[in-house]
C-alpha cells in the first residue's frame, strides 16, 4: 500500500485579491485573528500525522520563513519576563518540519507543484492551497484524512469537491461526474473555471488533494496557457484514463483569499475562540441593532 507521508503548500501567488496588503505580506501570512492561515493548514496536516511538508514560497517570501525559525531574542525575553504561555505560542511554530523551496517565476499552479519535486521524490502528496481554510469540527473527519483515507485504499488521486451554483460556477475548475460509490466519485472530465454554458457539474475543485507521485512527470508534458501552467490540465489527463476520484468533505470551507470569505474566518473562528467569544458574541447584537 503507497502511504501519504508528504505534502505540498504552494505560497508564492501574487495574491492581487488582496492588494495593498500583498505588496509585501504574503498572502499566506494573513491572519484569521492572531494566526497566519498557513499555520492552520500546517495544523490540518499535523492533525493528520503529514509532518513532511515543503512550502512553495516566491523570493519575497522570507517572512514565511521567519515565522517557522526561532525567534532567539523573543524567546529569551519572554522566558526572562517569566511569560510561558506566550513563550510556548512562539514555540508552537518549531514543532513543524518544514522545507522551502523557492518558485522563482509565478507561473501557475503546476508550476509551483513542480518546483517541490525533489522533495516528493516519485511518492504520493498531499497538496493545500495556502489561501483556504476548512474547519472540522467534533464530530467531523478532516478532510485532508478523508482524502488521504481514499487514496491509500484505492491508490488513485482524490480531490476534494463542494458544490457550487450560478456565476460561482465560473470560479473553480469544475468535475465532470461519470459515477459514484459511497460519496467517492469517479472523475471523467475536468474544466479550469469554464462559462456557466460550458460547465459539466455544479461540482467545484476545492483547494485539497492528494496525489499519485506521476503526477510530476505529466505536469512536464503539459503546454503552458499563457504565462501559467494549468494543474487542471494535468487531472483532466488523470480524469481521462480513469485515475481521478472525488470526493465531498465534513466541515467548513473558508476561500480567505476573498474578502468576504476572509472577514466570515474571521468572525466565525472568533466565536469558537473561548476567550474572545462571548465578547464578541455582544458585539455582534450590538452591531446587528444598527444594520
Ligand atoms: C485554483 C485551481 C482551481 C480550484 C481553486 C480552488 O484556482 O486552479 O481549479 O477550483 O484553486 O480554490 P485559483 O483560486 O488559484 O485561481
Known sequence: MKKVTKAIIPAAGLGTRFLPITKAVPKPMLSVIDKPTIQYIMEELQSVGITDVVIVVSPDSDVIVKHFSPNPSLEERLLSDGKDKLYSIAMETLKF????????????????????????????????????????GENDKPCIKRLVEIFEETEKSVIATMEVFGDDVSKYGNIGIAEETDGVMKVDKLLEKPSINQALSNNAIIGRYVLDGKVMDMIKTLKPRGNEICFTDCLDELAGSGELLASNFEGIRYDVGDKLGYVRANVEYALRDKDLKEDVKEFIKEIAKTL
Not at 493545500?128 to 472540522?136: F, K, R, T, V
Open 97 to 136: 518540519n518544514v522545507n522551502f523551496v523557492l518558485q522563482e517565476v509565478p507561473n501557475g499552479l503546476a508550476g509551483a507543484i513542480l518546483c517541490a519535486e525533489p522533495f516528493i521524490n516519485g511518492e504520493p502528496f498531499a497538496l493545500l492551497l495556502g489561501d483556504e481554510l476548512i474547519y472540522a
